[in-house]
């Protein structure tokens, strides 16, 4: 079932009260644009979303996945790629399985992988699904080298292209998260050239 909203206000209350498993939102609507739309959602919702848009920037898309999208589509698209999007968002909002340990501290974040949770000083932080999948590649791999390709192809599911810069996106706003000076991160470790190394994982106390 589809459910409609014409402008940006219409749209949040949309999500409020019909709780839908996806939104599809494009960024030019009336009343205030989807990246608002976003930022308003993502304060009662961790609901994927995937913005369309023909704005191609950097500038553009850093925008919308920092409020919180998922993924950022930009037109012309074909209908296949956008429900092989949609799939692959869908996925990714599925809480995974895991097994052994479960609460693991990164930094000065707790984070709990079976309920996928995660505290800062005892305060709940709020991830997207693709933020979620992101860390989960991660904490499953401590320690080891992930490269960009890998990471994009375990996340969003398709081939190294257009997701890189999406990729550079999720890592900065995971610093943010655990480390206590992000430009200078002490545990999501640049490897240049390469990808990315998550050290310094710890059980979290019971």
Not at 25 to 30: A, T
Not at 119 to 142: H, M
Not at 158 to 176: D, F, K, Q, T
């Amino acid at each position: 079932r589809v459910v409609e909203a014409v402008d940006g206000p219409t749209a949040v209350d949309v999500v409020a009260t019909a709780a839908p498993s996806i939104v599809v939102l494009d960024i030019g609507l009336p009343g205030f644009d989807g990246v608002e739309v976003v930022r308003r959602v993502r304060a009662f919702s961790d609901v994927p979303i995937i913005v369309l848009s023909a704005l191609d920037r950097d500038t553009d898309k850093i925008r919308a996945l920092d409020a919180g999208a998922d993924d950022y589509v930009t037109k012309p698209f074909s209908f296949e790629e956008l429900l092989a999007r949609v799939r692959a968002a869908m996925r990714r909002a599925e809480p995974a399985a895991t097994g052994g340990t479960s609460r693991i501290r990164i930094g000065r974040a707790v984070v709990d992988l079976s309920v996928r949770s995660v505290e800062v000083n005892g305060e709940p932080v709020r991830l997207t699904p693709t933020q979620w999948a992101l860390l989960a590649e991660f904490a499953s791999q401590p320690g080891r080298l992930l490269t960009h390709k890998h990471l994009i192809q375990a996340v969003w599911g398709g081939e190294y292209g257009s997701e890189a810069s999406s990729l550079r996106i999720y890592v900065s706003n995971l610093r943010r998260v655990f480390e206590d000076m992000p430009a200078n991160p002490r545990h999501l470790l640049t490897e240049p050239g390469a990808g990315y190394r998550l050290i310094g994982v710890e059980p979290a106390d019971e």
